[in-house]
């Protein structure tokens, strides 16, 4: 079908001048409101004002201009229906068959600090979801485009289709129409409740969540392999991470893959000195801190090299080539490494390691300082979901209380503090185990805290003697301290607050163990 009429009418007018001469070019009719009519006219396209067309003026202020019976029946109308062709004549609707719009900048203002309630109204567009959405409902005759980014396609479709499109072409942009406007809607709705919650004083979490989330790529598998998988982004949100990274070499990226290499990554982001995590099925099997990043990888595997193999690695600097080269060592396996980003060098002796290189998934994330403490964590359960703020920062660290005779050395503080930090990111309950910064014994997501104490004091083994451990949640009983402290763990981190405090205070006393409250805990389910 041949385009012989279209209207355009954009806010965003990138490449919109040279659209619109390629139309010209091809003999169609150009219609067009406001600015757009008169950017198009200083460009030396051809074009007929709207008002011209429809025989009514262009009024309030613009809010008026295609809400008209010419404009929406020449849309509309059904081309291989009789009726709606002798309605068309005896109302002299002409035929419109292409529609070219994009909306008022309604998120782009919002998203300024200072935006007043009317400033945001006003952009609220009208006219233009009607006629996308008009044109969309009769794509089988119509094409509407929302993205200037199609421009070009529509132009090669019409130029190999005797200058009209397919009813295929048709009906995918007309499936993105109805994506654009629901979005669109969607972004009005969440930010006036927002607004009227706020001017309310309301607190607590909305009666209505809405967002958007864009594939990113399907999956070969979920997490296992009768699963069918594919991930998506959150559509308007950016922080370093997983979805946003550009992957640099191997395989496809796997579900469990991308779970890992999220937490690794999630790990590295707490700490601003050089920072390494070796993950395993989500939960860290090593980590540390250090001088540089190889040495920080170096302690971080040296944590549990029995359970490093195939594993994920997410890393807080740079990958330069002495941090490759640590990885690359030989009778090692990594699956994926998460770095912000990777020298030249670095890529090259990771990707040529003899038997895994080749397969290796190199992901480059971007600077890591760009965290939206706003933003909200959900859960999934079957058929909804949870939702609860992130579990950022640590303030607690600024007010701790030692609640034993003995303090912490400041050797061991630093230390409590790294294991404190290490502890959020480790699956309840959990205990770890740490000394130099570095993570020696781990016991995760174990029904019991005294089962987490005896698998973290297993997996340090001698490495224990000396070390601290810390507790994401607080001893309910003495028993996990006692194993603890045989052990030879001398410092503990801990949130406090068991009915049972002074009988664990008592003990650790007693064992000339040093305690230190926080007042705060961080579950991870």
């Known amino acids: 079908m041949r385009i012989s009429r279209a209207i355009i009418s954009v806010s965003e007018k990138m490449g919109i001048v040279d659209f619109a001469r390629e139309l010209a070019g091809m003999g169609v009719e150009i219609l067009s409101t406001g600015g757009t009519a008169r950017l198009l006219a200083h460009g030396g396209v051809p074009v007929r004002p709207i008002d011209d067309f429809t025989g009514f003026p262009e009024m ?3 809010r008026v201009k295609t809400l008209h019976p010419k404009v929406h029946g020449g849309i ?7 009726e709606h062709a002798r309605q068309k004549a005896e109302h002299g609707i002409d035929d419109i068959d292409l529609v070219v719009v994009n909306l008022y900048p309604f998120e782009a203002t919002v998203a300024r600090e200072d935006v007043t309630l009317d400033e945001a109204v006003e952009q609220i567009d009208i006219g233009g979801p009607t006629m996308l959405r008009s044109a969309a409902k009769n794509w089988k005759f119509v094409t509407v485009v929302v993205d200037h980014g199609d421009y070009s396609r529509v132009v090669e479709e019409m130029h190999a289709n005797g200058g009209g499109t397919t009813p295929e072409f048709r009906a995918g942009l007309a499936r993105k129409v109805f994506a654009h406007t629901a979005r669109y809607d969607s972004a009005i709705a969440s930010w006036l409740e927002a607004r009227a919650r706020k001017d309310r004083g309301e607190e607590g979490a909305p009666e209505i969540v809405r967002f958007e989330l864009a594939k ?3 999956l070969r598998y979920g997490e296992n392999p009768h699963q069918r998988a594919a991930y998506y982004a959150r559509v308007g ?5 997983v979805v946003s990274a550009k992957q640099l070499s191997g395989k496809e990226l796997s579900f469990n893959n991308l779970q890992d290499a999220t937490a690794a990554l999630e790990i590295v982001k707490d700490f601003d000195s050089p920072a390494a995590s070796v ?5 860290p099997c090593g980590a540390a801190t250090g001088e540089t990043l190889a040495a920080a990888y170096a302690a971080a595997y040296d944590g549990d090299p029995l359970s490093a193999f195939g594993s994920v690695v997410g890393l807080n600097r740079r990958v330069d080539a002495a941090t490759a080269g640590a990885i690359a060592q030989p009778e090692r396996f990594v699956e994926l490494v998460i770095a912000p980003a990777f020298d030249a060098e670095a890529v090259e002796i990771l990707t040529t390691k003899e038997k895994w290189g080749r397969n290796v998934r190199l992901l480059a994330a971007g600077e890591l300082d760009r965290r939206d403490a706003a933003e909200l964590d959900f859960r999934t359960l079957t058929g909804g979901f949870l939702r609860q703020d992130r579990d950022l920062g640590f303030p607690e660290l600024d007010e701790l209380k030692v609640v034993t005779r003995r303090e912490p050395t400041d050797e061991e503080m630093r230390d409590l503090r790294f294991a404190w930090v290490m502890c959020k990111h480790v699956k309840s309950n959990a205990i ?4 130099g910064r570095a993570l020696v014994g781990v016991g995760a997501g174990q029904m019991s805290r005294l089962d987490a104490a005896e698998c973290a004091c297993r997996k340090a083994g001698r490495r224990a003697i000396g070390a601290v451990a810390a507790s994401d949640a607080f001893f309910p009983f003495p028993d996990g301290l006692k194993l603890l402290a045989d052990a030879g763990v001398k410092a503990v981190m801990q949130p406090g607050g068991a ?4 009988m664990v205070i008592d003990t650790a006393n007693a064992r000339e163990v040093a305690m230190v409250f926080t007042g705060r805990r961080h579950f991870r389910h």
């Open 237 to 241: 949100f950016y922080e370093a991470g």
């Open 60 to 62: 309030l202020d613009g």
């Open 216 to 218: 990113v790529a399907d």
């Open 279 to 283: 993950m395993k099925h989500a939960n």
């Open 499 to 502: 009915k049972n405090d002074s």
């Open 432 to 435: 770890v185990i740490a000394t």
């Open 76 to 82: 509309l109308n059904v081309r291989d229906n009789e």
